[in-house]
């Protein structure tokens, strides 16, 4: 790869802006999660040289093998969860994330307000919503997002920050962000984590406030 990940994070940010203002937005509206999964040491320090604080991680083990240590010198550093999560490793993630936005059903919410209570910690929740009602994907069901929404609120008694979403790969991202979008102003949340590196600009121009981008700042994962 001839481009070091400042000039790919760069160019994103760029990108970012410009999708922003097409859409009568300020680019500071939105913000880079740099997803950090399955990337070599080299990439990540440079990431943090050039400036970027927020990073997605999809496994937990992962994460913290990459973040435990390093996460005590960097105070404004917010790790995000971005992958499931398996109840069975609720206190890990709440122990290491600042951000779960993978939250989809009762049993998980329940696990995350008792790891919360042994940990003292409150992550901030995001609900995964899968949009495209694909079997293989994690996420509450559209007809139900509402529901699950009202539950983790009133019944669970936790906050929820925002929703997000992984569009399927061959449909139109556009349709799936609008959907997510509108959920969000109706349930009245402020917050949208969704664009990847092929779909950040339509994600931007239908509210993005966070966008997730691997590939396009690291590189190919190894
Ligand atoms: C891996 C991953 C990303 C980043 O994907 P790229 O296509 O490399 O930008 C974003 N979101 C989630 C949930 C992921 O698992």
Redesign the pocket.
């Given at each position: 790869m001839s481009h070091s990940v400042l000039e790919r994070r760069a160019a994103i940010l760029d990108r970012m802006a410009i999708a922003a203002r097409a859409a009568g937005r300020q680019p500071s509206e939105i913000a880079l999660?740099a997803?950090s999964?399955q990337q070599p040491d080299d990439r990540i320090e440079e990431a943090l040289a050039a400036g970027q604080r927020l990073f997605?991680e999809?496994r937990v083990q992962e994460a913290a093998s990459r973040w435990s240590v390093r996460r005590a010198a960097i105070p404004d550093l917010e790790l995000r969860l971005?992958?499931p999560l398996q109840t069975n490793k609720a206190v890990d993630a709440v122990a290491l994330f600042d951000v779960i936005?993978?939250l989809d059903r009762d049993k998980l919410a329940a696990a995350l307000k008792a790891a919360m209570a042994k940990t003292g910690r409150t992550p901030r929740l995001y609900v995964q919503v899968n949009t495209g009602e694909e079997a293989q994907k994690a996420g509450v069901l559209p007809a139900e997002a509402e529901a699950f929404l009202d539950r983790v609120r009133n019944e669970h008694g936790l906050a929820v920050e925002g929703l997000?979403c992984?569009p399927p790969v061959d449909e139109e991202p556009a349709i799936h962000f609008a959907f997510l979008a509108k959920l969000a102003r109706e349930t009245g949340l402020e917050h949208l984590s969704m664009g990847?590196?092929?779909d950040?600009a339509t994600a931007v121009q239908f509210g993005a406030t966070y966008v997730?981008?691997?590939?396009?700042?690291?590189g190919r994962?190894t």
């Open positions: 999660v997803v999964k997605g999809n971005i992958g936005e993978t997000m992984i990847m590196s092929d950040f997730r981008i691997g590939s396009a700042i690291f994962r």
